[in-house]
Each structure stands twice: as structure tokens, then as C-alpha cells.
């Protein structure tokens, strides 16, 4: 309960909680409307001040504007009317001094008639002398420019049309390999459903065995005491029964839902340790494995940066590879030959191995200088044709420029020759003159 005074009998009574509550609210709800409305009124008052003193300040503003315009258009129109007078004083000047030297001129036009007729007749010769001289020395530049011009342009259209015609055929070539290249891997892949890889290489050896490999020895190897074994052993004999060249095969195959896809390189390593251990010069690994990689869909891939005397091929090159390597072994065939007859007189034979290797070596070197050579002769051809368009450019720039010059030299005139020179053009106008004076 409070203790409430009343201000006008002063007599105090008792208010409970909600009556103190409710007539606190009243008192605090009208003190704050009126302290509100108070500080609107003067905010208002403050609003109304702000824009009196910005609209005098813009007033301000404006007049200054308006009385610097005023002042720079009066000192502008002072400086136009300086500029008249001074332009009208250089033209009066001007006009006086070209009357001046008018008057000059005609002074010596007729105190030089007299005596210039024969000067301006000899001078005319001279001059007209000069300017045929000149033109037939620009004729004749211009012809052999010409000629030369269409003998280089006949020449780079030569070389052009060969250039275009030699990458013309090896395009084609290229595209005829890879037609075949693509229709044998089509048809490949067909005979491969119903036979594995291993089977396959076999039926391709054996079907050329009698007409090209009648004296090879091609077949499993089945010897595992090593503790690993590769597929086949190619070995090709000559006549007298010494090796020509071994071939260690490894064949690998995959079937398209196997979950775990091989590579290549997972089989190089075991493939060199089973070349080595059964004494064969080359491993060869025919693959269809990685069947996207453009590297082993080129062709024969050489590997031998990974281990010495090794190739990847796929199926279509298995009888090639085995042909080029044959072939390259048997430009040996007389170092082996040698080498077998001096076995057989038991004499030191390391020299000739080291021959048989040298030769093996140089080969090698060879193919590959032979690789890099084609390359570089594909990279200057390129460089020619780029600078045979250079060329062309050039000259056909000189054409332009010699058109510019035959332009300017048929417009050259006696007129034009003497524009800077007053002497000449007194002496040709007194030339005219006469001229129409003789006429009349």
C-alpha cells in the first residue's frame, strides 16, 4: 500500500499496488508526450533555421557565380577586341609588304626581259632534257624492277606448289596408314572374341613361317626354373646355323570389365629379367592393354629409355616388329659369321663383340638421328614456307611503292618544279607572254 497526498485538500489516503501503478503510468504518459512534443517543435525550429541559412548561403553563392561570370566574359571580350586589332595591323602589314615586293618583281621582270630570252629557252632545254632523262631512268628501273618482281613471284609460286604438293602426299600417306591402321585394330578386335592374344600371335607367325621364317624357332617358353617365364622365344638361324637375332615375347590382354586396369609399364621390369635370363637380345610386349593412350596406338613404341632393347606393340605390328628386327640383324649376320670362325680357332674374341656391339650401338644412334633429322626437316620446311610468305609480303610492298613512284613521276610538271623558285616562275611567265604577244 502508498501513502497518497492529495494537492488540493491535502488530506492523504492509502492506494493498493494497481491503483499506484495506474497513476504512475498516468503522470510518466503525459510528462513524455509533452517532453515529445517539445523536442519536435524545436526540431522543427532547428529544420526551418538549417534551410533559411542554406537558401541565403546558395543566394550567395549565385550572386558571386554571376558577378565572376560577368568579369571573365568583360575580360574575354577585351582580349577578342585586342586580338582583332592585332590581326587587322599583321594583315595591313602583310598586304604592304606583298605590294612591296610585287612592285619589286616587276622592276626586274622588265629590266630582265631584255636579256632573258635566250637564258629562259636554253633553260627550258635543260629542264625538259632533265626530266626525259629522268623518266627513262624510271622506266627502265621500273621494268627491271618488274621483271625481277615476276621471276621472284614465279620462283615462290614454284616452291610453294612443291612445298604444298610434297605435304600433300605425305598427308595422304599418313592418312592412308591410319585408315589401315584403323580398319586392321577393327578387324583385330573382332578376331580377338573367341581367342586370347597368345593364340592369336601364333596363328599370324605360323601363317608366314614357311615363306618368310622357314629356318625360326617360335614357341613357349616353358622353362620356369627361374622363377618366372615370358610367353614366346623367337630365334631365327641363318644357314650355317648361327643366330641371327632372339625375341623375348610377353603378350597381355584385358577384358573390359576387368575392375583393376593394368598398364604397360607394370610388366617391363619382369619382362627384362626373363630376356636376360633366357639370353635374348630383345623383349618385345604385345599389348592391347591401355587401349586410349595414343603413345601405343602410334605404332612400334621403342622403351628402351626404360630398359635396354625393349619395344611395346600392339597386336597389328607383331609380325613387323619381329621383320624390322630381323632385318637390322642381319647387317651383323658377317660380324657373327666372323665371330663364329674365330671361336672356332680359339681365338680371343672380345675385339669382334666389341665390333658386334659398336655396330649394334650405331644402329641404334642412327634410327635415332635419323628420327630427329626427319623432324628437323619438317621444322625448316615449316621455317621456309614462313618466310617464303615474308617474301612475298616484301614484294608485294615494292609494288606498291614502285606504283607510288610512277604515280608521282607522271605527275610531276614544269608548275609544280618551279612553286618555291620566283625566278623560274618569272621566266616561264615572260616565256608565256611572248608567247601570246608573238601570237598576236
Do not use: W
Not at 577586341?81 to 610585287?102: F, G, H, P
Not at 591402321?181 to 605360323?206: P, W, Y
Not at 628437323?376 to 621456309?384: C, L, N, R, V
Amino acid at each position: 500500500m502508498h501513502d497518497i497526498i492529495c494537492p488540493h485538500c491535502h488530506k492523504a489516503f492509502k492506494v493498493d499496488e494497481a491503483g499506484y501503478a495506474d497513476i504512475v503510468k498516468q503522470v510518466h504518459d503525459h510528462e513524455f508526450e509533452r517532453q515529445l512534443q517539445e523536442r519536435l517543435d524545436l526540431a522543427e525550429r532547428d529544420k526551418q533555421n538549417a534551410v533559411a541559412l542554406a537558401r541565403a548561403q546558395v543566394e550567395r553563392e549565385q550572386a558571386q557565380a554571376v558577378s565572376d561570370q560577368q568579369a571573365t566574359i568583360q575580360e574575354l571580350q577585351a582580349k577578342l577586341q585586342a586580338s582583332e586589332m592585332q590581326r587587322q595591323l599583321a594583315v595591313t602589314e602583310a598586304l604592304n609588304k606583298v605590294e612591296k615586293e610585287r612592285d619589286q618583281l616587276a622592276n626586274q621582270v622588265s629590266q630582265l626581259q631584255a636579256d632573258n630570252q635566250a637564258a629562259k629557252a636554253l633553260a627550258q632545254a635543260q629542264l625538259e632534257n632533265q626530266l626525259q632523262q629522268a623518266t627513262a631512268t624510271k622506266e627502265s628501273e621500273i621494268l627491271k624492277l618488274r621483271s625481277s618482281l615476276e621471276q621472284t613471284q614465279l620462283t615462290a609460286k614454284l616452291e610453294s606448289q612443291s612445298i604444298k604438293e610434297r605435304f600433300e602426299l605425305q598427308i595422304k600417306d599418313r592418312d592412308d596408314m591410319i585408315d589401315r591402321l584403323r580398319d586392321m585394330k577393327a578387324r583385330l578386335s573382332t578376331k580377338m572374341v573367341g581367342e586370347t592374344l597368345e593364340q592369336h600371335c601364333e596363328i599370324e607367325f605360323n601363317r608366314i613361317r614357311a615363306t618368310a621364317f622357314h629356318r625360326a624357332y617360335f614357341e613357349k617358353d616353358n622353362d620356369a626354373s627361374a622363377g618366372s617365364k615370358g610367353d614366346y622365344i623367337f630365334k631365327d638361324m641363318d644357314e650355317a646355323g648361327i643366330e641371327i637375332v632372339s625375341i623375348m615375347f610377353e603378350m597381355k590382354n584385358e577384358s573390359d570389365t576387368t575392375a583393376t586396369k593394368k598398364k604397360n609399364e607394370d610388366f617391363f621390369k619382369e619382362l627384362d629379367r626373363d630376356r636376360n635370363e633366357k639370353g635374348c637380345e630383345y623383349a618385345v610386349l604385345v599389348s592391347l592393354l591401355e587401349p586410349d593412350n595414343e603413345l601405343y596406338n602410334s605404332g612400334i613404341v621403342d622403351v628402351s629409355y626404360r630398359y635396354p632393347k625393349m619395344y611395346v606393340v600392339r597386336p597389328q605390328f607383331f609380325i613387323p616388329i619381329i621383320t624390322l628386327l630381323r632385318n637390322a640383324a642381319m647387317n651383323a649376320l658377317q660380324y657373327k659369321t666372323e665371330l663364329a670362325h674365330v671361336r672356332s680357332q680359339n681365338i680371343d674374341i672380345t675385339r669382334f663383340e666389341e665390333q658386334l656391339d659398336t655396330f649394334k650401338n650405331a644402329f641404334g644412334r642412327n634410327y635415332e638421328l635419323a628420327s630427329r633429322q626427319f623432324q628437323t626437316a619438317m621444322d625448316e620446311i615449316d621455317k621456309s614456307i614462313d618466310h617464303l610468305q615474308k617474301t612475298k609480303k616484301a614484294l608485294e610492298s615494292s609494288v606498291r611503292n614502285l606504283r607510288l613512284a610512277n604515280d608521282k613521276a607522271q605527275d610531276v610538271t614544269i608548275k609544280k618544279l618551279t612553286r618555291d623558285n620566283p625566278t623560274m616562275q618569272a621566266k616561264f611567265e615572260a616565256l608565256e607572254d611572248d608567247g601570246q604577244s608573238g601570237g598576236e
